[in-house]
């Protein structure tokens, strides 16, 4: 009988001796947040900032000086092509114009008589030759008709170029009349007006008052101008697919597509580092979100990978590699709570995840951290997994 006694006693501090060692290896496990290894698309990108502006864009200055006397349209008025803006104040110009072509005429009238006293002294010329001819005159007296006919030619010649002058400041007051009405050069609407009737606009002058009369842009076509570092540029190609996120709208990115890269870096002001202008063309479905001119940010995606076995950036760990300088990517795979230490490797990356393109199996539970515990994991540990506010799932 005591001995039976005693072997229920040895089996039940075995079956206790197992409980025991299993709740203290729970109550000693990691506890880390995992993930399943899922296929996802991965884009990495270039991020950048500027400006949305509109693509036609036409600032009207004054090429004449003078008044305003009408103003035919208001700011954000749909305007077509050819169509009058407004005018500057032609009666000074009129004058001018008057003036010229009185010139002009007088010009005319000035060689007609000319033409007229050349004739007369060709024929006088005619007749002393005759004369002299004869012997009636001496060589003086036909040298003298012969050196004023002569005079009388020239003389005709001048004003006939004097006529030519006349007509060409003819044709530039009338130029400087037609500049006085000012009509649109694209179809579009105004987005802004700065001046008023009354005003004098001046020409040949700009950043001041009266340099400028209205901008003229198309709204149908709208673009962001952005400055790429000097660094990332090379990543950068035609064609490639943005977002464009407005200040304006910061929830609600525009999508789009690289269409120009310039050619040659500026340094912008500032910045002590060179940058690249890079045109964006927007979707125009999206237009209606923004306003140009006003701040933006930019995602260029310069490569992808489309349906990649891809965890949580944070997921991988890094180690130097045996026998050579690179480091080993490494990532913990969970498997019956323990977590056993996968070397992997890499591929594409963007801010969030990272492609695994040897290694690891789509379905896969892998620990994703906190860094700090994952840190601190070895091969074969025993884990266990909590949300993100540390509790149990």
Known sequence: MKRWVILIAIIAG???????????????????????????????????????????????????????????????????????????DPELFEADVAQNEANVRMQRIGIERQRILAEHLNKKLLRQRSLFEKGMIGQDNYDAVENEARLAQVDLQSRRESLKQ????????????????????????????????????????????????????????????????????????????????????????????????????KKPQGKNSLSFLVRLQLDSADIELIRPGINCRAEIYTTAAEKAVAVPIEAVLYEEAEDTEEEQAYVYVVDNNTAQKRPVTTGLQNDTLIEITDGLKEGAKIATGPLRMLRSLSDNAAVKAVDEDGQST
């Open 14 to 88: 075995i079956a206790l001796a197992a409980v025991l060692a299993k709740r203290g290896g729970s109550a000693n496990a990691v506890e880390v947040r995992m993930a399943t290894v899922e296929r996802q698309d991965i884009r990495a990108s270039v991020l950048t900032s500027g400006t949305i502006n509109y693509r036609d864009q036409v600032t009207l200055r004054p090429e004449i000086t003078g008044g305003i006397s009408e103003i035919l349209v208001e700011e954000g008025e749909a305007i077509s092509v050819d169509q009058i803006l407004l005018r500057i």
């Open 166 to 265: 006349a007509q060409a400041q003819l044709s530039q007051a009338r130029d400087r009349l037609k500049k006085t009405t000012i009509r649109s050069p694209i179809n579009g609407i105004v987005t802004s007006l700065d001046v008023k009737v009354g005003e004098t606009v001046v020409a040949g002058t700009t950043n001041i008052i009266g340099s400028q009369l209205m901008s003229l842009a198309d709204p149908e076509s709208i673009v962001s101008e952005v400055q790429v570092d000097e660094a990332d540029i090379l990543q950068v190609e035609i064609g490639q697919q943005a977002e464009v996120t407005a200040v304006s709208a910061p929830d609600q990115p525009i999508t789009g597509k690289v269409e120009t890269i310039a050619i040659t870096a």
